[in-house]
């Protein structure tokens, strides 16, 4: 038996400024999840829910919830970016256009800047643009993250996957 390793996240060690990462999916927003996630925030603005209301808002429908859109690119980045890191926080965001229920979001992060940790010689920073585009190649979300990453040789979590004992045999 052949164990196949699968994808492990980038490390420190792996990030260039200037490279640009892509998701390798998009992601449907439903009508449901957005009403789910903006009763789950206890969001009230009737414009996430309410489609009488959000037409006559002027928008052509409903809106998902900012923060759903958010939650979603930042996502879809994580394979990429911070799977072996720690969010550190997001600046500088814009929502330059709407999503709405239906639309698919893609994502694309690029390395911005890479440098050491001075307080924590195992890790360093890694700061990333991250842009979310809807199916028409529209920006809909452009952002700024900054992620506490860990150098490989440190990092916790590698060797997880518990030994399994004598496999039983026909």
Known sequence: ?????????????DFTVGDVYRCRFGRTISEAENTQFTLLTNNTNQIHFNADYAEKAGFGGILVNSLLTLSI?????????????????????????????GDTLYSESEVIEVRESRSRPQQGIVTVRTRGLNQRGDTVLEMQRSILVWKREFAPGLGLFPEAGNLATD
């Open 73 to 101: 690119v930042t996502g879809m980045s994580v394979a990429d970016v911070s799977e072996n890191g720690v969010a550190l926080g997001w600046s500088d965001i814009r929502l330059p256009n709407p999503v709405h229920p």
């Open 1 to 13: 038996m052949v164990i196949v390793e699968g994808w492990k996240g980038r490390f420190l060690e």
